[in-house]
């Protein structure tokens, strides 16, 4: 599996951004697939998982302000990012789990301007 991410850049603060993460190769493995952050000297934190049902979860800072969902015909993950704050500045990466292996996608960029 090899994913893809996009949508990064930067916003002001209260503004929203979509992030993509298009995957591709044998996407019919994917059990669920996850949104992580990771700023400069911290550890990388999962923002959101969607699983294949459409079931969803969130770490506690996105409840209420993001939003998870998937597109299985086009094989993408979206992260909609609505009331983004100056502490939402970091790197964010797709992830895609199967049975036996994890899959990680590049980075894309979110800044959040004060």
């Known amino acids: 599996v090899q994913l893809q991410a996009s949508g990064g850049g930067l916003v002001q603060a209260g503004g929203s951004l979509r992030l993509s993460c298009a995957a591709s190769?044998?996407?019919?493995?994917?059990?669920?697939m996850r949104w992580y952050r990771q700023t400069p000297g911290n550890q990388r934190e999962e923002v959101a998982r969607?699983?294949?049902?459409?079931?969803?979860y969130y770490a506690d800072f996105a409840k209420g302000r993001f939003t998870v969902s998937r597109d299985k015909a086009k094989n993408t993950m979206y992260l909609q990012m609505n009331g983004l704050i100056p502490e939402d500045t970091a790197v964010y990466y797709c992830?895609?789990?199967?049975?036996?292996?994890?899959?990680w996608g590049q980075g894309t960029q979110v800044t959040v301007s004060s």
């Open positions: 992830n895609a789990r199967t049975r036996n292996d994890n899959f």
């Open positions: 190769g044998s996407t019919f493995r994917i059990i669920f």
């Open positions: 969607i699983l294949d049902d459409g079931t969803t």
